[in-house]
């Protein structure tokens, strides 16, 4: 027999799961659309950003771009390949909205200049939450956009950081229902397009 339980005092729960049923339990996919798109409870707190997504064959292989030397099977990164732009593989761009932070080893920016030992690694990480039916994998690439200073994206669109995702994390509730992706990438590993 389930044990219903009460995860509130006094069941003060903002929403009642989907589907029915008297759980007073939070619906957590309702709560981050809330947070990132606004909602009933709260205003828009998402960005906009891309992402890369590698296409890839009927094989379930992905499509490398003819740059990519036969030899040593790296792309024409000298000559700025037009339609890879240095991937090696050919990809689409997608418009997605998501939420970003940093996050970093002992305190994060606040101690970036704080000397370590040496031999230390300092690894700082740019944390991007998205919906729980994005589609990701580890080679494809989350694309910061140039933003005006309301947030919205400069037109025509122009890619600021390129990161690559290094831990992608799908959060669980109970019963295994994915409830949203975390994805980490290295700042260290990011591709500046000013640079």
Not at 41 to 52: D, K, M
Not at 149 to 172: A, D, W
């Amino acid at each position: 027999m389930a044990v219903k339980r009460n995860l509130f005092p006094k069941g003060t729960a903002k929403k009642p799961l989907k589907g029915g049923g008297s759980s007073t339990e939070i619906d957590l996919r309702a709560e981050f659309d809330d947070f990132i798109f606004g909602g009933g409870s709260s205003i828009a707190h998402g960005s906009t950003f891309l992402l890369r997504k590698m296409r890839r064959g009927d094989d379930g292989k992905l499509i490398s771009c003819p740059c990519v030397d036969k030899t040593t099977y790296e792309p024409d990164t000298e000559d700025d390949c037009p339609f890879c732009l240095g991937e090696g593989y050919f990809w689409d761009e997608e418009k997605i909205i998501g939420f970003s932070g940093h996050l970093g080893a002992e305190g994060g920016k606040a101690n970036r200049l704080r000397h370590i030992a040496p031999g230390s690694v300092r690894g700082e990480f740019k944390i991007f939450y998205f919906r729980y039916d994005t589609d990701i994998s580890y080679r494809d690439k989350v694309i910061d956009l140039k933003l005006d200073t309301e947030g919205t994206p400069v037109v025509p669109y122009l890619r600021e950081s390129i990161y690559k995702p290094q831990t992608i994390i799908r959060y669980r509730s109970d019963n295994g229902r994915v409830e949203y992706l975390a994805i980490y990438c290295r700042e260290d590993d990011a591709i500046r397009v000013d640079e």
